[in-house]
């Protein structure tokens, strides 16, 4: 705990009130509920494993056993969900997301493991969970000890990388062959998402990072489930979110790498069942 108020604190998301809501409020909020004390260490030991990667191993075994505790825990305690727990809860959640990415950074997992599409798969289902509570109790933890986190801020800065994605995205040509079904679910996706990349560029802080973060809330179940098919044309549109994640990468310690990885598996992928052809799309 003491690495965590005096370290791990200061590299999570930030913006007005967060930090001494991380430092302060949220181990305090800890000691009540185990399974958020048990997620605070795992994400500690997750950032000493990225700062020490020479015990790696023996810190990332460590911070894994404490994730596991606090999945567990949290698990148990989603279905008792009240006005009273939603706040410990809602912070694990958020943490555990952050872990998902976490444990597969370079430094963090076992040597050789790269992330892929569906460890990427896993993280957007603890986020989509995520607002599920947040959507149940926002008025409840808006007034409560996470409300600062929950401010977007105002933006600092333009995001020429947000904007130049959105272009090349409306350039995306969906093969005309494609399913109709498919290319219409796609379609919308296209749209929303452009639309979405306008939204974190004149209201968050960290426009990348809180795009990277929360572009998989506003997926369809139909666009979630042909990413997990693989799908070609979803698998294009997924390269655009891997410069989102890859720029977020670039300035947290919890996605490095994580964008190039999963370009990696999706060209990977498309190789392997599309004909030997690799995805169309650029990443850079």
Sequence with gaps: MHHFT???????????????????????????????????????GFHMADLYPERRSAL????LQHQEKAFRGLCQAVPDLTG???????????????????????????????????????????????????TRYEPILLDGPMGQLLQLGVSRHETPLLA??????????????????????????????????????????????????????????????????????????LVYYCRILDHAGSCTWYMRGWGRCIHEDIATSRRANYGGHATTQTFA
């Excluded at 999570?12 to 605070?40: M, T, V």
């Excluded at 892929?116 to 957007?124: K, R, T, Y």
Aim: hydrophobic content about 45%; glycine content about 4%; overall charge negative.
């Design 60 to 63: 990332s075994t460590r911070a």
């Design 164 to 237: 130049s994605t959105a272009i090349s995205l409306s350039k995306l040509v969906i093969p005309e062959d494609t399913d109709p079904v498919v290319r219409d679910i796609c379609q919308h996706e296209v749209t929303k998402f452009i639309k979405f990349m306008e939204y974190p560029t004149s209201k968050a802080a960290y426009p990348e990072l809180r795009a990277a973060l929360s572009w998989p809330i506003v997926l369809s179940e139909e666009f979630v489930g042909l990413l997990h098919r693989r799908n070609a044309v979803a698998l294009d549109i």
């Design 84 to 134: 009273t727990n939603c706040h410990a809860i809602f912070a694990t959640a958020s943490l555990l997301t952050i872990s998902a990415f976490a444990a597969f950074t370079e430094n963090v997992a076992q040597e050789g493991h790269k992330p892929n599409i569906d460890n990427l798969m896993e993280a957007f289902s603890l986020i989509r969970g995520m607002n599920h509570i947040l």
């Design 6 to 44: 005096t370290v791990t604190y200061d590299s999570l998301p930030k913006g007005p009130g967060r930090q001494e809501f991380w430092q302060l409020s949220l181990p305090r909020l800890a000691f009540g509920y185990d399974f958020l004390l048990h997620q605070i260490l795992a994400i500690t």
